[in-house]
């Protein structure tokens, strides 16, 4: 480097170190060592002339690794708007609408337009659990980058399922141990087997809690094993889970008491008709052992006579079908006689849990079409079109229960009926719900509602309620035209 | 003209205000909506009875609304903008301009008339004599102080300045502001962007240093330099040439594009620049805006955008600082610009330039055909022979141009400053991509 002279002069001061010109710029160093009037002059023209030959002369590096071109996407791109819409989106960090463009990109099985992929990929890095759809949406440029990109890279690696259970944090065990315990309910079993001695208490208790999915008499051992545990949190979760096991030692004593307190009789009626009719016994005493299992023995409501608090406590751990078959009566009959018992109101509650935790369709309509109760999560044992004309039921009380029902990850429209019913109740209670759930459910809502929203936009009234209402239900008429403008 | 939804957020003065518009670009919050070939008007409903009056000029961009909101464009522009980018069917389309739109256009063309009219006007010669002899008096001692510090600032050294590097130049800065010398005094604060915790520091704090020592040697003997060359120095000085100076010079008028708009900020002044490029005279001019905290870009320029325009350079060696007499935004589907296509050609560029120049402190450069890679952690662009440099853009910057071009061939537009090559735009047959 011709100027490694002048940089060593700079560095020490001219008081110590004076250079000499470099060999090409000898004639110019001789012409301003002439004119000098001091050394320091001299070093200064002579490093600026220096400094400014070597950048003047500099050529062109040799470049010898290049890279591989990206291969030829084989979806089609994104449109121009949605690419604008994309962007605005992460410009004004409006997450709502950023998911649901991306899994509109998804949906139409296109890609996203290669300027935008790094900005998703380093998205997807900050969410990881959330990072395959958006990995999906970068398409060809994407996976290319991640091979290319050490911290993108990550994203394309499937770790192998074992390392996560072993090494993964504790979110991604979870994660993946609901996963197994899914797909294969014993091998979650065996691998809880293996690690909850090495657990403190509340990942224990988080790990058990997902034995709920997929229950079966195959965990009765393991769960039993639970009982000598020496947290009473993980004694009580290993509990509830004995009690809903159908053929439990647990839930077999419950059966055995219910088959002695609870028989059907057939009575006359008006003489003329036999009708049956469900008899709970308050006679009978349950086995000492049986308050041992979490069932309490004294009901706290006056109005609740023990022996039906006790009867309706069991009830809940019982398969209807289960019971229906002992009772030699088909379900339908069966809740049909709890319905018409006396005390019926008393059980309810117990039934519908019941239902709900056995996925039982016909105890489920049944209850929901009562309409004394109100629990929600009878709509689990039902499929998404069934449920439809029970949604309205659960908006005053249930709301934001309903809503995990009604936003789903497809986006589903809702009908008009029920959209125009949930926008009436939010403009009474605005504050119900937070901003990001009002986008969310926008764009949920079809574009029939927008004369409903319009006429919540121009509301005259001044009350502040009335205001935030207002300017939800124009943040949700931007939404509903931006997402019918994406195309 | 027809705006993209990038192009109307390329105009918001910051996030908050592109966030804001997005939500204002919904139909529901208009209560009218009317476009013209010449403007967009529209009342908004906000949080006040009476609605906010906003009015868009289209032909030449420009924005007015009665709303208090001290930034420019407000919401409530961009809003009506955006909506009309995303649907311009909500729309009502007006044979008529109405009268307080017509108003602001016409007041707008007289503005423009008035301005030309003033800044076209003969300059006082022998008051602008009077000013440059009082103050030539003072920049002459600034510049013997300054002198003397630079040789002192060698003859002991610079080993030990990065230990200090921000005091090291403030009083002699200081000096020069007070001496007239603003050039210098800028010249001086470049000090303050040498990463003295990097390698090469010592090379770039000697290369300045030695600079404005040659611009103060060169300034000693102006009598002696061409007129180019006088006025260059003048410059770099601190002496400024009005803008109705500039506005004199002969223009060059052609189909100009904005190739990039960058803006950097210094201790609460925004420079705002802007890169332009004639089409048929294939020459490079830069508008250069500054702006106190408070104050508003008073222009919508964005990258990509074509415009007819009068540009008028102010005079130099190798002028590039330009004015813009008179624009008019013409329609374009983005960027496409025959240029070289050999890095060396750059380089010969910049040989050129320095040895007409070299004081020479931006060179902006244009390459087609051309490729990035990397190696390590440096990002390397080439030409088809393999020729390339080292590109100074941050790292995420050049991961975002290797995704746009896919490893594919692509044009650029670039500026080669403090001996490095940074990337501004990027284009491919079909496409353009701005990197801020």
Redesign the interface.
């Known amino acids: 480097m011709i100027?490694s002279e002048?940089?060593k002069?700079?560095?020490?001061?001219?008081?110590?170190y004076m250079p000499q010109p470099s060999p090409s710029l000898q004639e110019t160093g001789q012409k301003i060592a002439l004119q000098h009037p001091?050394k320091?002059?001299h070093?200064?023209?002579l490093?600026?002339t220096t400094?400014?030959y070597e950048?003047?002369?500099?050529?062109?590096?040799?470049?010898?690794?290049?890279?591989?071109?990206?291969p030829v996407e084989t979806l089609p791109l994104i449109s121009?708007?949605l690419h604008?819409?994309i962007?605005?989106a992460l410009?004004?960090?409006?997450e709502v609408l950023f998911q649901y463009f991306m899994n509109d990109v998804n949906k139409s099985n296109s890609v996203l337009t290669?300027?935008l992929?790094?900005?998703i990929l380093n998205k997807a890095l900050e969410h990881k659990k959330s990072a395959f759809p958006l990995v999906k949406a970068c398409g060809e440029?994407g996976k290319?980058?991640c091979q290319?990109?050490e911290s993108w890279r990550i994203l394309l690696e499937n770790r192998e399922e074992e390392n996560i259970w072993e090494t993964g944090n504790f979110e991604s065990r979870k994660a993946f141990l609901k996963n197994v315990r899914n797909t294969d309910p014993q091998r979650a079993i065996e691998l809880l087997e293996q690690a909850i001695s090495a657990e403190n208490a509340a990942n224990r208790l988080a790990l058990i809690e997902l034995l709920d999915q997929n229950l079966s008499i195959a965990d009765e051992p393991f769960l039993q094993s639970l009982l000598k545990d020496k947290s009473q949190k993980i004694k009580e979760a290993a509990i509830r889970l004995l009690q809903k096991m159908q053929g439990s030692a647990v839930n077999k004593r419950y059966l055995e008491y219910l088959l002695s307190a609870i028989s059907i009789k057939e009575e006359r009626h008006l003489l003329l008709t036999k009708k049956k009719v469900l008899i709970i016994r308050d006679d009978i005493s349950p086995d000492e052992n049986l308050f041992k299992t979490g069932i309490d023995k004294v009901s706290a409501h006056k109005d609740v006579p023990d022996p039906i608090y006790v009867t309706g406590q069991i009830l809940q751990y019982m398969d209807p079908a289960t019971l229906a078959r002992h009772l030699n009566v088909t379900e339908p009959e069966l809740i049909r006689l709890f319905l018409q018992h006396k005390d019926s109101k008393h059980l309810l509650g117990y039934l519908a849990q019941s239902a709900s935790f056995f996925k039982n369709k016909i105890w489920a309509l049944a209850l929901l079409h009562t309409q004394e109760i109100q629990d929600i999560t009878l709509l689990d044992a039902l499929t998404e079109h069934e449920r439809m004309p029970f949604y309205e039921q659960f908006i005053i009380d249930s709301l934001h229960q309903l809503l995990t029902y009604l936003l789903t990850d497809d986006y589903s429209l809702l009908p008009e009926s029920l959209s125009e019913r949930l926008l009436e109740h939010l403009s009474k209670n605005p504050y119900i719900i937070s901003q990001p759930v009002y986008q969310r459910l926008a764009l949920h809502l079809p574009v029939q509602t927008l004369s409903a929203?319009?006429h919540y936009?121009e509301d005259a009234s001044e009350t502040y309620q009335h205001?935030y209402f207002k300017a939800q239900a124009?943040?949700m008429?931007?939404i509903i035209?931006?997402k019918n403008?994406i195309i | 003209m027809q705006y993209?939804?990038?192009q109307v957020?390329q105009l918001a003065p910051d996030?908050a205000s592109?966030?804001a518009g997005?939500?204002l670009?919904?139909?529901?919050?208009w209560v009218t909506k009317s476009m013209h070939s010449k403007a967009l008007w529209g009342d908004c409903q906000g949080?006040g009875k009476t609605p906010y009056i906003t009015i868009i000029d289209l032909q030449n961009i420009a924005f007015k609304c009665s709303c208090p909101s001290r930034k420019f464009p407000c919401k409530h522009g961009l809003g009506l903008l955006l909506l009309y980018s995303?649907?311009s069917d909500v729309f009502t389309k007006s044979e008529e301009l109405p009268q307080h739109v017509s108003e602001w256009l016409n007041k707008r063309e007289g503005k423009e008339a008035a301005k030309e009219l003033k800044e076209t006007g003969p300059p006082d010669e022998a008051a602008q004599a009077k000013r440059i002899a009082a103050r030539e008096k003072k920049v002459d001692a600034g510049i013997e102080e300054l002198r003397l510090w630079?040789?002192d600032a060698?003859?002991?050294?610079?080993?030990n300045v990065p230990q200090n590097s921000y005091r090291f130049s403030q009083n002699i800065t200081a000096r020069m502001v007070d001496a007239q010398a603003g050039g210098l005094a800028n010249q001086l604060r470049q000090i303050h962007n040498i990463h003295f915790y990097e390698e090469g520091w010592?090379?770039a704090?000697?290369?300045r240093?030695?600079?404005i020592?040659?611009i103060t040697?060169a300034f000693r003997h102006i009598d002696m330099l061409p007129q180019e060359m006088a006025k260059e120095i003048q410059t770099l000085i601190g002496w400024i040439t009005t803008k109705e100076e500039v506005l004199q010079g002969t223009p060059v008028r052609d189909t100009w594009v904005v190739l990039s708009v960058s803006v950097t900020e210094d201790q609460n002044l925004s420079t705002e620049k802007i890169w332009l490029y004639s089409l048929t005279e294939k020459r490079f001019a830069l508008l250069l805006h500054f702006y106190a905290a408070s104050q508003i870009p008073q222009h919508f320029l964005f990258p990509g955008l074509h415009i007819e325009a009068d540009v008028v350079f102010f005079p130099g060696l190798t002028p590039l600082r330009a004015l813009i007499k008179e624009q008019r935004t013409v329609p374009a589907t983005g960027i496409q610009i025959e240029a070289d296509h050999s890095?060396?050609s750059v380089?010969h560029k910049?040989?050129a330039q320095?040895?007409q120049n070299?004081f020479a402190e931006q060179i902006p450069f244009l390459l087609n055909n051309v490729?990035?890679?990397?190696?390590d952690k440096t990002w390397?662009l080439?030409d088809h022979d393999?020729?390339?440099?080292?590109i100074a853009n941050p790292e995420?910057a050049c991961?975002?141009i290797?995704?746009?071009?896919?490893?594919?061939a692509f044009s650029c537009f670039g500026i080669y400053e403090n001996?490095q090559f940074s990337i501004h735009t990027l284009w491919s047959p079909d496409k353009t991509?701005f990197i801020k």
């Open positions: 100027a002048i940089l002069a700079a560095l020490l001061g001219t008081d110590k001091d320091e002059d070093f200064l023209k490093a600026i400094l400014l950048e003047a002369g500099r050529n062109p590096l040799y470049v010898e690794n290049t890279l591989p071109e990206c121009k708007k604008g819409n962007m605005a410009i004004s960090k409006e290669p300027e992929v790094p900005l440029t290319w980058l290319l990109n929203l319009k936009a205001r124009l943040e008429m931007r035209d931006l403008n | 993209t939804r990038d957020l996030d592109a966030k997005q939500q670009a919904n139909h529901a919050k949080s995303q649907q630079i040789k060698v003859r002991t050294g610079i080993m010592h090379r704090l000697i290369k240093l030695s600079g020592y040659l040697e890095v060396q380089y910049i040989t320095l040895a070299p490729q990035v890679t990397f190696r390397l080439y393999k020729q390339g440099f080292a995420e991961w975002r290797l995704a746009f071009t896919r490893g594919k001996e991509y």
